[in-house]
């Protein structure tokens, strides 16, 4: 796979090969570190170290206190974490898979995403929610789910999907220290995918900042989380076979949006093409093509592309090869942009 | 299977065992741990369907063994092992009439077959394919529920609706796992149950662990059973790793649903008090989070062998008839793994049954991916980061 791309963090002083996920877990113990008002709450977070591992040792480390195995509820994960938050601590509740989330989507947007605005300012619910997301690990059914189009759909909440390791540390402490509820949606398929140098110690990724993975001036392609990698294939496939140079830009927030980056790309190329696994209608491909329109029209060379999952439910194992966005599918897509 | 040619034992006549350990303090059960007979106490089946039962459970546990395989050798996808909880599940669904439904979870592959669902059909499932997931017309049984105790409205929800429909004849049955009594949805379902006293039997399988989150960290109350009090439902307790007291305690609920005598509440919380001897799923290590000594404790128990025994001791069974049954289930199990591996991916599945009309857009989506199997063949679609 293409890591060429991944250098966004160059090291400077201490720096340790990390997965995506242990860069979660190094992450939530430098902060849990500095700062004693945070702990993490979930099902099988504590003594299990989360199933898969991304709060391994955290236990150990800082003990069923600030690691706290709950009952199986995710309405009642989410609301008491609203309650802690309330209450001046700073709670990461894990959920564990993106699929399990609904039950607790009422707490998410009848009251995480509005204690602020309810209360004229008067109180803040500060938090990051975790939740693996996506497909591609054969996994079960609900267990492969891509939904960030509900949660950046509802005002007051960030939401954030980093692709590489030394982004998902940065990412995850300024989700942490930002002062509003973060959703922040870990690439499952890339939890394990490959290493990357992350610095040792605290640093922050600011949320609202895309970062573009790769230049060119044909066409650019928007695209975060896992998906980045397939894009980066495909991007080096079209510049080796035919000479178009692809522009790929990994959004790493999702809202608030990084909407500068997205225009200036555009205006830079003129032809766009999205990637995301999510199913296609009023997925956030259609938000991030009416932005280049309102913004950029008059650069527009050619129609917007949309390379995403269908509008189907995400197939059990045997066949999610064919519902994700492949390599081939995303060549298609922005060979259909370029040659228009 | 689940025809019912018995007669109904009261409960009230089946005393609890006072020597058992405190885990089965005020526990319904008849076979002893070695499989005796409890005095007193009528298992409620004829020789003839015990025998069957056996059958049925061994089956359960060679597929068990055989999934746990076919898993590790990357043949089929996680997996959640029942072994230890096989005898409750093959012991509920012989307490059903056909025309009962049945709930399962991810684990209840036994409670589905006995209650009609084939085992071919079961492994389609686990190699990845919806297929599997398709009921035989004329089986009263839900597609498995993996989200855990949205199940339990919805069953009471049908019950609910063939009451309201005049249709007494029908009860449903619906499992689920201890941590599921700590989600919302297991609140509201038995609240309405208990309103609308409809015709439902929830099975709790405890079996201690939800994950790595043990039971005493789901609910502080005693039992689970004892929560049907909140909701003005019976609740009772029952040997998980006695079939035949899961049967005689499952029928008994099954027979109140549908015909409560005056004053009687139709709907009950069964505790099923058992053990998951392995782990959550094949992605799970239990070895994490709970002592193996504890696990050896309930194997002592084992619901295959107390039955067995119980089976040799009154004559029903000798070890020529147990080859014979071993060497059927072996080849059960063969075919079944035969036959699902058949099944070729057909990619036009995902677009299907998505609604009943397939709207244009997504034929249009079905054609576009179609063309690029055509264009790059069906490699291209083996991995997303290749």
């Known amino acids: 796979m293409s890591t060429d791309s991944i250098n966004d963090h160059p090291s400077n002083g201490e720096v340790q090969q990390l997965t995506l996920v242990e860069a979660i877990t190094d992450g939530l113990s430098t902060e849990m570190n500095r700062d004693e008002s945070i702990i ?63 039950p607790a989507f009422d707490q998410l947007v009848s009251h995480a995403a509005r204690i602020r605005s309810r209360s004229q300012g008067q109180y803040s619910c500060q938090m990051v929610v975790r939740a693996p997301y996506g497909g591609g690990i054969r996994a079960p059914e609900h267990h492969s789910e891509s939904k960030e189009a509900f949660f950046v759909h509802e005002p007051g909440l960030k939401v954030v999907a980093p692709s590489t390791p030394a982004d998902a540390k940065g990412l995850l402490t300024a989700s942490i220290r930002d002062p509003d509820p973060v959703i922040f949606l870990e690439p499952k398929l890339i939890y394990r995918a490959f290493r990357q140098d992350v610095p040792t110690g605290a640093y922050k990724v ?15 392609v928007y695209t975060w989380g896992a998906m980045t990698q397939p894009a980066l294939i495909a991007a080096d496939h079209l510049s080796d076979e035919k000479g178009i140079e692809t522009e790929v830009i990994d959004l790493r927030t999702l809202s608030p949006l990084d909407v ?70 995303i060549q298609e897509g922005i060979l259909d942009a370029v040659e228009f | 299977m689940s025809t019912q040619d018995e007669t109904d034992p009261s409960i009230a ?34 020789g003839d369907k015990r025998l069957a039962m056996y059958e049925d459970i061994k089956l359960a546990r060679h597929f068990d063994q055989r999934a746990i395989s076919l898993q590790r050798q990357g043949r089929i996808a996680t997996y959640a092992p029942m072994t230890g909880q096989e005898g409750s599940q093959v012991a509920t669904s012989y307490a059903l009439d056909e025309q009962d439904w049945l709930f399962p979870t991810y684990r209840e592959h036994a409670a589905k077959y006995v209650h009609g669902v084939d085992l071919p059909s079961l492994l389609t499932a686990l190699l990845g394919y919806r297929e599997g997931y398709a009921v035989p017309e004329g089986v009263n049984v839900m597609p498995e529920y993996i989200p855990i105790a949205t199940q339990v409205p919805h069953a009471m929800g049908m019950a609910w609706g063939y009451t309201l429909q005049g249709k007494d004849d029908r009860a449903v049955l ?49 039992t689970i059973a004892q929560k049907a009090q909140s909701y003005g439902i019976e609740g009772i307790r029952v040997d998980g790793l006695d079939p035949l007291a899961v049967y005689v305690v499952t029928r008994e609920a099954i027979r109140k649903a549908k015909n409560p005598v005056d004053g009687e509440r139709r709907p009950t919380l069964i505790e099923s008090v058992q053990y998951r001897y392995g782990a959550h799923t094949t992605s799970d290590d239990p070895s994490v989070y709970r002592d193996e000594a504890d696990a050896d404790k309930w194997r002592k128990r084992d619901p295959l062998k107390r039955l067995e025994n ?18 059927r289930i072996e080849e059960q199990v063969a075919t079944a793994i035969e036959t699902a591996e058949a099944v070729e991916a057909a990619p036009e599945q995902i677009f299907e049954h998505v609604y009943q009309e397939t709207p244009d857009r997504l034929q249009a989506q079905m054609d576009e991916l179609n063309e690029l199997r055509k264009k790059y063949g069906e490699g291209a679609f083996s991995g997303v980061l290749e």
């Open chain 1, 40 to 102: 993490v709450l979930g099902e099988d977070v504590g003594v299990n170290g989360g199933v898969f591992r991304a709060t391994d040792g955290l236990y150990e480390e800082f003990g069923g206190d600030r690691v706290v195995d709950t009952p199986l509820a995710e309405s009642g994960i989410v609301g008491s974490a609203i309650g802690l938050a309330l209450s001046g601590l700073k709670p990461i509740p894990e959920m564990q898979f993106m699929g399990f989330m609904y």
């Open chain 1, 206 to 220: 600011p949320l609202g900042s895309a970062s573009v993975r790769r230049t060119g001036s044909d066409v650019s």
């Open chain 1, 260 to 329: 500068e980056t997205i225009v200036e790309s555009f205006k830079k190329t003129g032809r766009a093409a999205i990637v995301h696994e999510a199913p296609k209608t009023a997925g956030l491909g259609a938000e991030i093509s009416t932005i280049i329109q309102e913004e950029a029209l008059v650069y527009q060379e050619a129609p917007i592309q949309r390379i995403t999952g269908f509008d189907a439910p995400m197939p059990l194992h045997a066949l999610e090869g064919y519902y994700l966005p492949q390599a081939v599918r």
């Open chain 2, 13 to 46: 006549e089946i005393q609890p065992d006072s020597n058992i350990e405190s885990e089965f303090d005020q526990v319904f059960r008849i076979l002893d741990d070695d499989g005796h007979l409890l005095p007193g106490v009528d298992p409620g089946l004829s």
């Open chain 2, 174 to 222: 619906c499992h689920l796992g201890d941590g599921a009594t700590s989600e919302g949805d297991f609140h509201e379902g038995l609240n309405f149950a208990g309103v609308f006293d409809v015709p439902s039997v929830f099975v709790c399988n405890n079996n201690q662990w939800a994950i790595s989150v043990p039971r005493e960290r789901q609910t502080a109350s005693e």
């Open chain 2, 310 to 327: 119980h089976l040799y001791q009154t004559g029903l069974l000798d070890s020529e008839r147990e080859a014979e049954i071993q060497a």
